[in-house]
């Protein structure tokens, strides 16, 4: 059974730093890629970050410079560096991860982000 174990978000001033972390197990095809997705009130799920096969990355442009992705492939884990936070940026946090024909993804993790 596949499981996304999502883990660090919380509370932070705005300037802050958060890292988020997602294991993912029970997975027994390739994973192709990796990223992060965030959810705000009332608004559509958006991309933050994917990382493809480990050295391929792509960010939303509202994050790029702030935000670190990087990816343990052995280990199934992601991790997403987050500093310089802004309150524009409390959502809920969701890890997605893809394989071949589907994906998987994380309960999501809350972020908040005080002014």
């Known amino acids: 059974q596949v499981q996304l174990v999502e883990s660090g978000g919380g509370l932070v001033q705005a300037g802050g730093s958060l890292r988020l972390s997602c294991a993912a197990s029970?997975?027994?095809?390739?994973?192709?890629?990796m990223g992060w997705y965030r959810q705000a009130p009332g608004k559509q799920r958006e991309l933050v970050a994917t990382?493809?096969?480990?050295?391929?990355?792509n960010y939303a442009d509202s994050v790029k410079g702030r935000f670190t992705i990087s990816r343990d492939n052995a280990n199934n884990t992601v991790w997403l560096q987050m500093n310089s936070l802004k309150p524009e940026d409390t959502a809920v946090y969701y890890c997605r991860v893809v394989v071949v024909l589907r994906d998987y993804w994380g309960q999501g993790t809350q972020v908040t982000v005080s002014s």
């Open positions: 990382i493809i096969s480990g050295v391929s990355t």
């Open positions: 029970g997975i027994s095809f390739k994973v192709n890629a």
